[in-house]
């Protein structure tokens, strides 16, 4: 391959919030230069740090508004070292030609493991019970303790997650049921239903696997805690916009919820110093969690290297696949060519102005790929090497061009 227009070393990546050091280690592999901070960054001092940064990388903490990405003139991509990506403003991201990737998959099994733990221990009252003996009291009950082995879990939102513990509570011989707004294959013999009041009606245990999104916010309040079963379990493990908290701390204190497990709140602590209450607090048959359940080494660890893949990807070839905000293509290589990588707004005419400009140039086209969205679009084009810097020239100086470089 050619050398890059750029010098990687000259590549500056900030990592933020403990992303884990397998990401730094392939990061410093390929040459670039890495900075690290333990925690997230305020607006106003994130702002001044990305003002020369080219790669960021953060988890669910910090915050990547509007003003941080105009202050990040050189940023190529971002990289949400977590599933999420609501901290980041999307949009904005994408009309400034920053795309930014996820983590969708590899901390599914950790958080199905947790969700699985926690109908155990509520369908035993475990919680209670070990509070109770760390107290010095010895309340050996059976009276409302049962097998999970034969009851029913009812699934909100049938992605990687959810129907990750629809299989594991299979397993465990519970029957399965779950509500999606988009139709999904069911995994073994897990059954979906049509409407989310049928699945609240029919659970033993709830458990919500959904996106923060304007349709979630508040999707279990207490007209859908009153469509449970009389002490049923709620668990919610996605955001903590999706329940109302302080509906569901009033259906347990009326006992017709007979237990909840909650690892996400509508507002959390941003340091691990800081205080932390909640309606929840000491509430019978309630599991509270620091959202951590996607916090286990092996996630933190398949996550870091998910995410440094794909930046590095990015990097190196301009591949933009699974990018959550952007035109999403991918191109081979072309032996002994330059690639440009242009990002324009989207309207009609540009690639006719661009192929003009490269006809003019008398430039030859090796390969070439273009996909767009409502607001830009995204173009990949290897060409001779001899012209390629007059073809950057002339296409960056296009009224519709939001970025173009040359990546080698």
Not at 107 to 132: F, K, P, W, Y
Not at 188 to 200: A, F, Q
Not at 231 to 236: D, E, I, M, S
């Amino acid at each position: 391959m050619a050398a890059t227009s750029f010098p990687k070393s000259e590549i500056k990546i900030l990592l933020l919030e403990n992303v884990h050091p397998v990401a730094n280690e392939a990061f410093a592999a390929e040459g670039f230069h890495v900075e690290t901070v333990k925690g997230a960054l305020p607006e106003a001092e994130l702002a001044e740090r990305v003002r020369d940064v080219h790669v960021l990388g953060i988890r669910s903490k910090t915050q990547i508004t509007p003003k941080v990405l105009d202050e990040a003139r050189r940023l190529l991509t971002v990289g949400a070292f977590c599933i999420g990506t609501n901290q980041i403003a999307l949009a904005h991201a994408n009309k400034r030609g920053v795309p930014v990737f996820n983590a969708p998959f590899s901390n599914t099994r950790s958080v199905a493991e947790l969700i699985l733990a926690e109908i155990v221990m509520l369908s035993r009252h475990l919680g209670d019970r070990s509070r109770e003996v760390h107290e010095g009291k010895w309340t050996k009950v059976a009276v409302g303790s049962h097998e999970v082995r034969g009851h029913t879990i009812g699934i909100v939102g049938y992605g990687h997650i959810g129907s990750q513990v629809g299989v594991l509570a299979e397993a465990f011989g519970m029957r399965v049921v779950f509500y999606d707004i988009v139709a999904k294959l069911p995994m073994g013999n897990n059954r979906p239903m049509t409407k989310l009041e049928d699945v609240l009606a029919e659970s033993d245990f709830v458990t919500l696997h959904v996106p923060e999104t304007p349709q979630t916010k508040n999707l279990i309040g207490h007209a859908e805690l009153a469509h449970m079963k009389k002490g049923a379990c709620l668990l919610n493990a996605s955001r903590g916009t999706v329940v109302d908290i302080d509906a569901l701390a009033a259906a347990i204190k009326s006992g017709h919820i007979g237990g909840a497990a909650v690892d996400v709140y509508p507002s959390e602590p941003e340091k691990n110093s800081d205080g932390f209450d909640s309606p929840l607090r000491n509430l019978p048959n309630v599991i509270l969690t620091p959202h951590i359940g996607g916090s286990t080494e092996e996630a933190q660890e398949a996550i870091g290297k998910e995410v440094s893949t794909a930046l590095i990807k990015f990097v190196n070839s301009g591949a933009t696949t699974a990018s959550v905000n952007f035109p999403q293509i991918e191109l081979p290589q072309s032996k002994g060519a330059h690639r440009i990588l242009n990002i324009h707004r989207n309207v009609p005419g540009v690639l006719r102005d661009i192929n003009k400009i490269v006809s003019d140039c008398d430039a030859n086209i090796r390969a070439q790929v273009l996909s767009t969205d409502t607001e830009i679009g995204y173009l990949i084009m290897d060409l001779d090497s001899d012209v390629s810097q007059d073809v950057r020239k002339a296409i960056a100086d296009l009224p519709t061009n939001i970025r173009t470089r040359i990546l080698f």
